[in-house]
């Protein structure tokens, strides 16, 4: 979801990325994991949970779509679909849990939620289905491990959204300035910027910006953790996340971004100031393409990927975004994968990006919205290069949560601790939280 649900919406919703499905019906289903109601009826209601969007008529009306093709096609199928809003998304989803009675059979959520839910044993293994699915085999691979635990497939891909790098051509056409190629350009720029505009932030960063920090630990060669299933082991404190950790706080202080009100800044805020003409430059997703265009830069800025260590390389994005899923207690299991199909379909995809930018999940769908779209085209370089995901263990949303990553870049920016004893920090958090999710 963006950031998870789009930044928790990214999705990567974020919208936030990625949509997969299939027009055909789905294969039944086999025996080795049937739905703890012990049920699988041809007829009767399917409940639908799908988040609410700002401005979500058009999405109701893709998904009215599909619905209405759905129940032509399966006679005695009535399906009732509910707009949940984000924020409350845990409760609800959490008392689904627990009371099946009142469960829906198909559900959206925010991709780094799949461990989690996976743990409380809310979502069925469909890992049958989907391999039997034919349009799976053209998932985005991290949209595919983003439904993947333990080797089995508890959903489909909804839509994917990731960051590249705003900047304003404005700007670097006044100052004589080119995109940078590598993040050490990335600085030098960002630096150069603030130097001739002083009222300017040369690239808007954020302490709480959890995502927007992850590409540089990642372009420098480290990782957020290792291993996987119940078994990871953080690594947030190695030699190479380290480096990535130092290049990201040094781009805070007043040579760029000043601690004292870019620490606590998180990504809605760099791309609001970006937006506001505030900053030279912001790492933003594609789902911030319709803020900025409602901004004072308005034809006044570009967007390229955002650059790796070396030049011509890019840096790895987080690959957020929304999946959907069958609760483990439905009563309708081939009904209720095939219509989880028929929502995560390339059809249903191409649709829900012509009436919400959400980002497809397959490379040849992102490819035909490219060519319709101009600017999604460093969105999709992006995700051609290679993204990363974070660790599938229902540790993460606890991790998340509990702003342990933030805390250490917020502890460097602020002078508290150096990045050896911070990242050293946050490791201990982050193992804590491992070694208690079982």
């Not at 086999?30 to 058009?58: C, H, I, Y």
């Amino acid at each position: 979801m963006k950031h998870s649900v789009r930044s928790a919406r990214l999705v990567a919703s974020v919208a936030a990325l990625t949509l997969a499905g299939l027009t055909a019906t789905a294969c039944a289903p086999g025996t080795s994991d049937n739905s703890s109601s012990g049920k699988d009826e041809q007829t009767g209601t399917l409940r639908v949970w799908l988040f609410r969007e700002v401005g979500n008529a058009p999405k109701e009306k893709v998904v009215t779509s599909v619905v209405d093709a759905f129940e032509k096609a399966h006679k005695g199928a009535d399906v009732k679909v509910e707009y949940i809003p984000v924020e409350s998304r845990a409760q609800r989803v959490k008392a689904a849990f627990n009371d099946p009675k009142s469960a829906p059979d198909v559900i959206e959520y925010g991709n780094t939620d799949t461990a989690g839910y996976v743990h409380d044993g809310g979502l069925l293994d469909i890992s049958e289905e989907f391999a039997a699915w034919n349009e799976a085999k053209e998932t985005d691979p991290t949209a595919r491990q983003s439904v993947t635990v333990d080797g089995k497939v508890y959903g489909a891909p909804f839509f994917v959204g990731v960051r590249a790098l705003y900047y304003r051509t404005d700007v670097f056409k006044e100052l004589g300035l080119k995109p940078p190629r590598t993040m050490a350009e990335l600085t030098g720029t960002a630096h150069a910027i603030r130097a001739a505009k002083p009222d300017l932030y040369g690239i808007a960063v954020g302490g709480a910006f959890t995502y927007g920090a992850m590409p540089f630990i990642w372009a420098n060669g480290g990782e957020l953790a290792t291993g996987r299933g119940g078994s990871y082991a953080s690594a947030i404190d190695s030699t190479a996340a380290q480096k990535g950790i130092k290049a990201y706080t040094s781009l805070f202080g007043d040579d760029n971004c000043p601690a004292a009100k870019c620490a606590g800044m998180g990504g809605n805020d760099t791309i609001t100031a970006f937006a506001a003409g505030k900053a030279g430059m912001a790492i933003g997703g594609d789902f911030n393409h319709t803020a900025v265009e409602a901004g004072k830069v308005k034809g006044d800025y570009a967007v390229v990927p955002l650059p790796g260590v070396e030049a011509g390389s890019v840096a790895p994005a987080f690959a957020g975004g929304n999946n959907l899923g069958v609760l483990k207690s439905t009563s309708h299991r081939t009904l209720a994968v095939d219509l989880l199909e028929q929502l995560a379909s390339k059809r249903t995809q191409t649709e829900l990006f012509d009436a919400m930018g959400f980002l497809p999940t397959f490379a040849d769908t992102r490819a035909v919205v490219a060519r319709k779209q101009p600017y999604v085209a460093p969105f999709v370089k992006t995700l051609a290069a290679g993204t990363k995901f974070v660790p599938v263990s229902p540790a993460w949303s606890q991790i998340d949560s509990s702003l342990v990553l933030p805390t250490m870049f917020q502890e460097i920016v602020s002078g508290k601790k150096d990045v050896a004893a911070a990242s050293a920090g946050a490791a201990k958090k982050m193992d804590d939280a491992f070694g208690s999710a079982g």
